[in-house]
Structure formats: structure tokens, C-alpha cells
């Protein structure tokens, strides 16, 4: 299997620009989460979806950021407009579904600089 | 509510010391513990679980106890190698949910 997928995997912008992450899950999974990591803030769950279904979404800092999971198969964050503040690593994982002990899987990162 | 507290890094060794990394959660219930592993420049990894009180998980040499009396859940390791250098998360799953919540994370640094 080839694992959470990722892109971009690096992608520097300027402020005001429209930022698009890109995700895959594993398939057969059902969960998706995406999450923020900061030096400051630590690791942030931003959103997670069950069956293609937002869920929790209360980690959305603000409405310049917005998700979709469109299929099972392919999820998307976008930033519009993005803020210096906006940088970080944008991480996304996949798990089977809702249980308390389920494994999830993270993708490798997108690392996001906002200029 | 739900929160981790880890203690803060680095925690630098020396190759085959003894390793201990405290976690201390609060939680509504009694949720599901995980460590995950970060290595440089990757994404994280989950290293071992535990899902009730005093069950122990285990991978990799590494321990770790689920203490409901102590709302703790200590990372352990006999003998670390340098190849253990990375930043470490303990994380607790909110109850009825698959949501995790993570702590600030410790970055271990073991030299040879």
C-alpha cells in the first residue's frame, strides 16, 4: 500500500494567494483528518471527515480555510486568502472508522510558507 | 475537557541510557492512550497503544503503562539508540469519537 499521499509536498506562495493541499487516503479507509503543526502551536487537528461526512470542524481557525472530501479517495484544504500566519506543516492522516483505538496513518506533510 | 501535558525537550542521552518521557492526561471517560513517533521530516507514526486501564503497550523496546490513578501514561525505554532520535507524542482519543488530542510533543536526542 502505498500509504496517505500528500501534494504538494513544499509550496511557497504570497499573501493573498489562493493555497490548494491536496490529500489521499489509504483506501478503505473512512476517517480523514487534517491537521496543522506549528513550532508554537504544537499539532492542531483542523477537520475530520467520516464517510466523505465533515464531522468536527471546530478546529478551523477562520473562514479563509475550507474543506472538502468530495469521494472516498480525495480530500482537499484550501487557504483563500492566505497569511504569513498560514505557515506551517499541513498534515493528513486516514483511519477505518470511528473507534477509540483505531491506528491513524499520517501522510508525509505539506510544508506551506506564505511569504 | 481533554488535554495532554508532556514534559518539555530535548531530552539528550547517551547511547543505551535508560529513557522516560512523562505524559499526564485529563479526559471525560476513560479514552484510549497512543505514543506516535515523529522521525525528520516525516509525518507521525504510531509507536504503541493502550486502550484500558493498566494494559501496557509495547513496540520497538519501548513501554508504556495505562495508570488511571494517575491519569498517566510514562514512555520507557531500557537502552535507547541513536537511531530513536525524534520527537515523540503522546495523544489520548477523545471518548466516542476518533478525534485525537495530542500533546506539545518531546524531541529526544540521543548521541553515540
Known amino acids: 500500500d502505498a500509504g496517505v499521499i500528500q501534494s504538494p509536498r513544499h509550496e511557497v506562495t504570497e499573501m493573498g494567494q489562493e493555497v490548494t493541499l491536496r490529500c489521499k487516503p489509504i483506501?478503505?479507509?473512512?476517517?480523514l483528518f487534517w491537521y496543522r503543526q506549528t513550532m508554537m502551536r504544537g499539532l492542531e487537528l483542523l477537520i475530520y471527515?467520516?464517510?466523505?461526512?465533515?464531522?468536527?470542524d471546530s478546529g478551523m481557525p477562520e473562514d479563509r480555510f475550507s474543506a472538502k472530501m468530495p469521494n472516498a479517495s480525495f480530500s482537499t484544504l484550501k487557504i483563500q486568502p492566505s497569511e504569513p500566519r498560514d505557515s506551517a506543516v499541513y498534515f493528513c492522516?486516514?483511519?477505518?472508522?470511528?473507534?477509540?483505538?483505531?491506528?491513524?496513518?499520517f501522510g508525509p506533510g505539506t510544508r506551506l510558507t506564505v511569504t | 475537557g481533554n488535554s495532554v501535558t508532556q514534559m518539555e525537550g530535548p531530552v539528550t542521552l547517551s547511547e543505551e541510557a535508560f529513557l522516560t518521557i512523562n505524559c499526564t492526561y485529563t479526559?471525560?471517560?476513560?479514552?484510549?492512550l497512543f505514543w506516535y513517533v515523529q522521525y525528520p521530516g516525516e509525518g507521525l507514526q504510531l509507536l504503541l497503544k493502550?486502550?484500558?486501564?493498566?494494559d501496557k503497550g509495547s513496540n520497538k523496546g519501548f513501554e508504556a503503562t495505562y495508570r488511571k490513578e494517575t491519569t498517566s501514561f510514562h514512555l520507557e525505554k531500557g537502552s535507547v539508540q541513536v537511531s530513536d532520535s525524534a520527537v515523540y507524542f503522546c495523544?489520548?482519543?477523545?471518548?466516542?469519537?476518533?478525534?485525537?488530542?495530542f500533546g506539545t510533543g518531546t524531541r529526544l536526542q540521543v548521541f553515540p
Open positions: 492522516a486516514s483511519s477505518t472508522g470511528v473507534s477509540t483505538s483505531y491506528e491513524q496513518y
Open positions: 483506501s478503505g479507509h473512512n476517517s
Open positions: 471527515f467520516n464517510n466523505n461526512v465533515p464531522i468536527d
Open positions: 479526559a471525560t471517560g476513560y479514552p484510549s
Open positions: 493502550a486502550t484500558k486501564a493498566d
Open positions: 495523544a489520548l482519543c477523545v471518548v466516542n469519537t476518533d478525534k485525537l488530542i
